[in-house]
């Protein structure tokens, strides 16, 4: 890193400041290119710490790009045949992707797990994981399918991130209220939010605020974690309180 850089201090004082960063547990590294592009690499704690520490990154005055080279720690290790597995049983567990062709790739080979064609189909996705990082690649029909498809990857034990690559077709345009959709569709899946209903979202700008109550402290989180694991969000305020 180059210390006397006035960018680089401007951008660790940032990090140290934003509460979902811890650098003394998890420390990044930063180096700027010769056209200012901020690399930030390393590990990090959370899908929270790493889009704070990209969207600190890119909003620096000075920084004309940021080079993404940050991956979660994943709470449990996995290979990459044991992330792409689980993937698989979530994807085909899904009601929302039945109409979708589900493909993997495994050893150099494309493999598919579920076929879909005609008016119907729903989407052609593509699956692939190395060094713990799972990729999306071909089409769905709406933001939502892409969203959920993402989250649906962060949920896999092991994964250290989701590059989605997903396009929508036709092309859609995003909004507040997609986003809302797609985390309420989100929340009603997860196994460990048993009263989604409870928990009231708004979206502004890609910026989503979390209302309501909860029965524990463990489930706070984990709505907070499925927002921030939503496509294109970079904050998320947590509100919801906690009670019987």
């Not at 990729?135 to 989701?162: E, N």
């Not at 985390?183 to 979206?203: F, G």
């Not at 502004?204 to 969000?233: I, M, P």
């Amino acid at each position: 890193m180059k210390n006397g850089s006035p960018i680089l201090k401007t951008v660790w004082a940032a990090l140290e400041r934003e509460p979902h960063i811890n650098l003394h547990r998890w420390p990044v590294q930063l180096d700027l290119t010769g056209d200012n592009a901020l690399v930030v690499e390393g590990d990090v704690e959370s899908v929270a710490a790493k889009k704070r520490a990209l969207e600190i990154a890119g909003t620096t005055p000075g920084v004309r790009g940021v080079v993404d080279r940050l991956h979660v720690a994943p709470s449990e290790h996995k290979g990459d045949g044991e992330i792409l597995d689980g993937f698989k049983t979530l994807l085909l567990d899904v009601r929302e992707l039945k109409n979708c062709t589900l493909r993997v790739m495994k050893k150099g080979q494309t493999l598919t797990l579920q076929e879909a064609g005609g008016e119907d189909a729903s989407g052609d996705i593509l699956v692939s994981v190395k060094d713990g990082v799972v990729t999306l690649d071909g089409w769905v029909i709406s933001l939502s399918h892409k969203r959920l498809a993402g989250v649906l990857a962060w949920w896999v034990p092991g994964c250290r991130d989701v590059v989605n690559g997903l396009e929508v077709l036709p092309p859609e345009l995003d909004n507040d209220d997609e986003v809302s959709d797609a985390l309420s569709l989100v929340l009603e899946m997860d196994p460990m939010i048993p009263h989604p209903e409870q928990i009231r979202i708004h979206s502004h700008n890609y910026a989503v605020t979390l209302e309501g109550l909860v029965e524990t402290q463990s489930e706070k989180d984990r709505a907070e974690q499925d927002a921030w694991c939503l496509f294109a969000v970079d904050k998320v305020i947590n509100r919801l309180a906690v009670g019987g």
